[in-house]
């Protein structure tokens, strides 16, 4: 969780079960994971603890949490800590296939490294930011996920329950199946307070995001957006990024147990003016641009779609424009000829990583992307001038017109 409120520090009820992890009595790795849930669960006041059914481990970037973060799983794993549930796991920093050029993979063997301790734990190597992917989530479903984007579009779009977990969180959780009840795990703290009607004309879900993240600081309830998945998962994406979102409720699309609504709601609109800020300007001719693509990444329809797209230009990326691509760590076996197929277009598929999770080899001015998420964090972390826009808008920027 992003804070603690004060004042609310409570002594948890424990089961003996829980009480005898605790202890000791199954190992050390076990022990230690339960005490960090307990210690944060009593600190945000929750009473009590609960089973999950998957757990989602973020935070495992080489490049993020470096030799310490190694050494932390590495004595889990030498406790003879276990994925006690599902357990998937987040991008690393690189390219596992090692095609990218644009993907600095200089940390492949730590990485690689990182990665066999947590599969010899029964971690899943999924390696995506898109979970739901390999285990669709239930309604109600109990879960402790990390990774932002893909918390709000399981509590959005599965109605199913977890808190925005930090890695080690997460990680904690999968080796003990519990987390602690708190939060948007109960129904009480799923209240819709705001009602969004969107008028703007321009349907770019990155932008939208971003403006409710920077403009709406309570559960809201968007009316006036379609039930197009890829586009709610740009939107959600980037509305947790800039703002601390965890549950956007959709008119129509989420399940309707899954939350109530406050007696007084607040009606905000947005147009197409207040998108503006949030879409950019176009890059001009002589900006070296990145143009990417698969932030969340894409699932096997957006993948084959983007083929698709960029095979009927026929054509490769023009000078000083280069077009990345993200996909799952699945893809890396089941898709080959397509990810060859799109080098040959000049086209940079990363498996298992992202730009925001690894290091470039290339210095850019530009990023013109279709994610809100992406220029958010492209901005912050490499300094550069973003302009969201829609996939086909990206490809005639990269290709040409
Ligand atoms: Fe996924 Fe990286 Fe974006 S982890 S949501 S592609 S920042």
Known sequence: MDQVPEGTYTIMFLTREQEKILAGEYGWARSKALEVI???????????????????????????????????????????????????????????????QIVDNRYRDKQLILNRYLEAMGFRPTYTCIPYLHRKPGPGEHLSWGES??????????????????????????????????GLHLLENRVVEVSIAVEAKNKCYGALGLWIGYNVKSIPMIRGVSNDISGLKLMLAASAASGDHGLIVIEGVTPAKSYIVSDKVEKMYVEDRDLEEYIGVEPSENDKVLGYIG??????????????????????????????????????NLFIDEIHELKRYGVDVAVG??????????????????????????S??????????????????????
């Open 353 to 378: 990583t992202c730009p925001i999770v690894s290091k470039l080899r290339e210095k850019y001015d530009y990023l013109v992307t279709n994610s809100g998420k992406a220029a958010f964090y492209m």
């Open 149 to 182: 984007s893909a918390v709000i579009f399981a509590n959005s779009l599965f109605g199913s329950r977890t808190n925005r977990e930090g890695g080690p969180l997460a990680l904690s959780s999968a080796i003990t199946g519990y987390t602690y009840y708190y």
């Open 38 to 100: 307990v210690k944060v669960g009593e600190a945000l006041g929750a009473e009590r603890l609960i089973e999950v059914e998957h757990a989602h481990v973020s935070g495992i970037s080489y490049t993020n949490i470096g030799d310490a973060g190694l050494e932390l799983v590495q004595d889990f794993y030498r406790g003879r800590a276990y994925a006690r549930v599902y357990t998937t796991l987040n991008p690393g920093c690189v390219d596992l296939l090692s095609y990218s």
């Open 295 to 332: 932030c969340p990444h894409l699932d096997p329809r957006e993948f084959f779609e983007l083929v698709d797209k960029i095979r009927s230009r026929g054509k490769s990326a023009k000078r000083d424009r280069d077009l990345l691509v993200s996909i799952p760590a699945v893809y890396s």
């Open 380 to 401: 912050r972390l490499h300094g550069l001038n973003t302009y969201i826009a829609s996939i086909d808008r990206v490809l005639e920027i990269v290709f040409g017109g």
